[in-house]
């Protein structure tokens, strides 16, 4: 195969590439990036593609993402000596098969009603799915997470001696207050390989099935979009059955574990 040959082999793999890369995009109406696609390409149609190249052919067609940007809280400052990342004790090992041994936390972000913005911070248990604290907020402020903590604290008898919460090397979780507070919560923190987005794969499937399922864009203030999600997360807990719980709910999962 000549040069010029090899050349037009390319061009119209690439087209092919791109034919399913901007049928994605425009399922997810425009607003699910690189990452995303890549996740969906290799999870719902067995493709594996590095990002950069489909980066490389969302900017060669035009595919430009309307909302879907990196989350701004971890552009808000720079780490400092004084935010310290830690070890990752998980290895992606997010069901030890004991619940409350192995919690998972992240923010998301979810747009709404002219383009009004709010943050979801959830705290998910790796072993029954389970979504056990939660805090909606205006705002990235550190209090999101302090919030999330208070919750997470308030349902009794979820951490334990030997309790790991996961997360990314993001802002929040590498302040000296946050973990000081998570210490004191007797919590052992462990955070993802920076970049890693695998690392909290089951925090984000999780944020992905919200994203998918749920008609918040169309809520009209904070207070019905805090409805939403608080029904939401009550309906997966409770009465969402997954067949990797056994055909159970979370709730149901955890308690059948426990009475073992």
């Not at 901007?22 to 607003?31: E, G, L, V």
């Not at 990752?88 to 913005?117: A, C, H, M, S």
């Not at 389970?130 to 705002?139: D, F, M, P, R, V």
Request: net charge positive; with cysteine; aromatic share 10%.
């Amino acid at each position: 195969m000549d040069a010029k040959e090899l050349r037009d082999s390319r061009e119209k793999e690439d087209e092919l590439y791109t034919e399913l890369i901007s049928y994605i995009f425009h399922q997810k109406n425009q607003k699910t990036g690189v990452l995303q696609i890549k996740m969906i390409m290799e999870n719902d149609y067995c493709i594996c593609m590095n990002h950069k190249k489909i980066r490389r052919l969302m900017r060669k067609y035009n595919l430009v993402t309307k909302v879907r940007r990196a989350n701004p809280y971890k552009k808000m400052i720079k780490a400092t000596q004084e935010h310290r990342t830690l070890p990752n004790l998980l290895n992606r090992q997010f069901d030890q098969e004991e619940p409350n041994k192995v919690l998972l936390t992240d923010i998301t972000y979810l747009y709404y009603e002219n383009g009004q913005k709010a943050y979801l911070s959830c705290v998910k248990d790796g072993c029954t799915k389970e979504i056990i604290a939660h805090y909606l907020s205006t705002n990235l402020e550190m209090s999101i997470v302090y919030k999330t903590l208070e919750h997470l604290a308030l349902n009794s008898g979820i951490i334990q001696p030997n309790t790991i919460l996961h997360s990314d090397q993001g802002v929040h979780y590498t302040n000296p207050e946050f973990q000081k507070k998570a210490k004191e919560l007797k919590l052992t923190q462990s955070m993802s390989r920076k970049g890693n987005c695998w690392d909290n794969a089951p925090m984000e499937s999780f944020f992905g099935h919200f994203k998918d399922e749920v008609e918040y864009k169309h809520c009209k203030n904070f207070n019905e979009l805090k409805q939403v999600v608080d029904s939401y997360i009550d309906e997966y807990n409770n009465r969402r059955y997954q067949w990797g719980l056994k055909k159970m709910t979370p709730v149901q999962y955890r308690n059948h574990l426990l009475a073992a």
